[in-house]
Nanobody, 127 residues
Framework: VQLVESGGGSVQSGGSLTLSCATS????????MGWFRQAPGKEREGVAI???????SYADSAKGRFTISRDNAKNTLDLQMNSLKPDDTAMYYC??????????????????????WGRGTLVTISS
């Protein structure tokens, strides 16, 4: 299984970016997929997750600003990010974890359940 992120870049505060993740190497749809991020000097944290039925959850920091979407036919995962803030500056990672129960449990459980990770795409927001 391979996950390849794209779409990162540098924008000013208030701007928008769309991250994309191209996946390959599996046909089973029973995966919880998500976006995580890691800022310099901080631990990796969850941003948004979505199951194969389209049910999604967001971290409090992302609610109302970010939208996660998934196209099972194209094997892609996107993250639309609006109203970006300097605090959103981080390396963003796409991840996938096999699950028959969707994206259930705490963020910690979801994180531990991720089996595959991309290499990340850098997002930098200037004030």
């Amino acid at each position: 299984v391979q996950l390849v992120e794209s779409g990162g870049g540098s924008v000013q505060s208030g701007g928008s970016l769309t991250l994309s993740c191209a996946t390959s190497g599996y046909t089973d749809r029973d995966y919880c997929m998500g976006w995580f991020r890691q800022a310099p000097g901080k631990e990796r944290e969850g941003v948004a997750i979505i199951d194969n039925y389209g049910s999604s959850s967001y971290a409090d920091s992302a609610k109302g600003r970010f939208t996660i979407s998934r196209d099972n036919a194209k094997n892609t995962l996107d993250l639309q990010m609006n109203s970006l803030k300097p605090d959103d500056t981080a390396m963003y990672y796409c991840a996938a974890g096999f699950s028959l129960n969707g994206c259930s449990g705490s963020w910690g459980a979801v994180f531990d359940g991720m089996d595959y990770w991309g290499r990340g795409t850098l997002v930098t927001i200037s004030s």
